[in-house]
């Protein structure tokens, strides 16, 4: 969240994520993307690939600014029922490439791990992979009426039997 606010809009600033660096989020907004056209790039890969951890079910990410991408970073779910990972208000231009949705355990988990408002168009999704396995999981990308809404090469899996039954991509739109 700090290194976001040094960025400044739509100027192509790239903040860079070394290689294992663990980050837990612990309130609501506990980092806010709040500057349109930048991108967030973490190094390394495998379990050397930067983490960013829920640890209470309020936490999250929230997404409030366009034209932002995110590559090769993990989003982990390390309490039980984090309401949502991913908030994302209804900003344009997002892309997620190479990218990895998990949960710590049993009974750590997302209920939705990525939410859309309703306006959030362009979101773009290239080879990042979620997988869940609670009973209490819902949806992986949850929202509505979402033009432009992209997923190319992911792999989406939830490795228990949802108790409400749902899309593991539940959207509406083209």
């Given at each position: 969240?700090?290194?976001?606010?040094?960025?400044?809009?739509?100027?192509?600033?790239?903040?860079?994520?070394?290689?294992?660096?663990?980050?837990?989020?612990?309130?609501?907004?506990?980092?806010?993307?709040?500057?349109?056209?930048?991108?967030?790039?973490?190094?390394?890969?495998?379990?050397?690939?930067?983490?960013?951890?829920?640890?209470?079910?309020?936490?999250?990410?929230?997404?409030?600014?366009?034209?932002?991408?995110?590559?090769?970073?993990?989003?982990?779910?390390?309490?039980?029922?984090?309401?949502?990972?991913?908030?994302?208000?209804?900003?344009?231009?997002?892309?997620?490439?190479?990218?990895?949705?998990?949960?710590?355990?049993?009974?750590?988990?997302?209920?939705?791990?990525?939410?859309?408002?309703?306006?959030?168009?362009?979101?773009?999704?290239?080879?990042?992979k979620f997988i869940t396995g609670d009973a209490a999981n819902d949806s992986h990308i949850t929202g509505v009426a979402h033009s432009g809404f992209y997923?190319?090469?992911?792999?989406?899996?939830?490795?228990?039997?949802?108790?409400?039954?749902?899309?593991?991509?539940?959207?509406?739109?083209?």
């Amino acid at each position: 969240d700090y290194a976001i606010g040094k960025c400044l809009a739509n100027r192509g600033d790239i903040i860079v994520i070394m290689p294992g660096h663990a980050e837990n989020i612990a309130v609501a907004s506990g980092i806010t993307v709040d500057i349109a056209g930048i991108a967030i790039v973490g190094l390394g890969s495998g379990t050397k690939r930067p983490k960013l951890s829920f640890t209470a079910a309020a936490a999250t990410y929230a997404i409030s600014a366009g034209n932002v991408s995110h590559y090769n970073i993990q989003w982990e779910a390390n309490f039980a029922d984090v309401v949502t990972g991913l908030s994302v208000s209804g900003v344009d231009g997002l892309s997620f490439e190479n990218c990895y949705f998990t949960e710590a355990g049993t009974d750590l988990n997302y209920v939705d791990v990525i939410d859309l408002a309703t306006g959030a168009d362009d979101i773009s999704f290239v080879g990042c992979k979620f997988i869940t396995g609670d009973a209490a999981n819902d949806s992986h990308i949850t929202g509505v009426a979402h033009s432009g809404f992209y997923v190319k090469d992911c792999y989406f899996a939830a490795n228990v039997a949802q108790t409400s039954v749902v899309g593991l991509i539940e959207s509406s739109g083209n």
